[in-house]
């Protein structure tokens, strides 16, 4: 499984993004993908995730009416609207994908150790 997040860039406070997360190989409907983002010296953390089978999310309260996400699963894609960007939120992110996400009990999980698959990071720069 391969993924690939593209769609960051440097904006500034209050402006959006969509970041998009492609994905190739042998993924399936019953994965869900996750968005992760990590700021320089600081722990890597769960932003958002969709289950690609049921549609069911998770948002961090951090980014909670700001941020939504979705998929188009004809074209295996998932998506990170971003909306009302703050400086807080200039970080590395991620795309992962968890093959396996109802063990978690949850449509999908925030922790990144459920997360078999990772695509290169994009840099999303939030200027105040």
């Known amino acids: 499984v391969q993924l690939q997040a593209s769609g960051g860039g440097l904006v500034q406070h209050g402006s959006s993004l969509r970041l998009s997360c492609a994905t190739s190989?042998?993924?399936?409907?019953?994965?869900?993908i996750g968005w992760f983002r990590q700021a320089p010296g600081k722990e890597r953390e769960g932003v958002s995730c969709i289950s690609l089978s049921d549609g069911g999310t998770y948002y961090a309260d951090s980014v909670k009416g700001r941020f939504t996400i979705s998929r188009d699963n004809a074209k295996n894609t998932v998506y990170l609207q971003m909306n009302y960007l703050e400086p807080e939120d200039t970080a590395v992110y991620y795309c992962?994908?968890?093959?396996?996400?109802?063990?978690?009990?949850?449509?999908?999980?925030?922790?990144?150790?459920?997360?078999?698959?990772w695509g290169k990071g994009a840099q999303v720069t939030v200027s105040s």
């Open positions: 190989g042998s993924t399936s409907e019953n994965y869900a």
């Open positions: 992962a994908a968890d093959p396996r996400p109802h063990r978690t009990g949850y449509y999908c999980s925030r922790f990144s150790y459920y997360y078999d698959f």
